[in-house]
């Protein structure tokens, strides 16, 4: 019999946010999703994957962060096709 027992940890308040979206797509919840990292950790008899710092330069750095940010902006138009940004586009001429 599994005996299970209540676990706390500190979390960012967005990347639990995008977790937690990203875990619901997959039919999961957060709970679930941490069981299956820490299973696969104990097969892996460490983390299951490899942890390194990315190389991107500073300027590469800033341009995603604007990208996240302009994605996230609700007054940033968005387009279903281009035909719907071509005629969006062809409109400020």
């Known amino acids: 019999m599994t005996t299970t027992v209540a676990t706390q940890i500190r979390i960012d308040k967005e990347v639990k946010k995008e977790a937690n979206e990203l875990f619901d797509d997959l039919g999961l919840d957060m709970s679930s999703a941490v069981n299956i990292f820490l299973r696969q950790c104990i097969m892996h008899d460490g983390l299951p994957f490899e942890v390194e710092r990315p190389k991107y330069s500073a300027s590469t750095l800033s341009a995603m962060e604007e990208a996240k940010?302009?994605?996230?902006?609700?007054?940033?138009?968005g387009y279903n096709s281009m035909a719907e940004l071509k005629a969006a586009l062809l409109e400020g001429d």
């Open 69 to 77: 940010k302009i994605s996230r902006d609700p007054n940033v138009p």
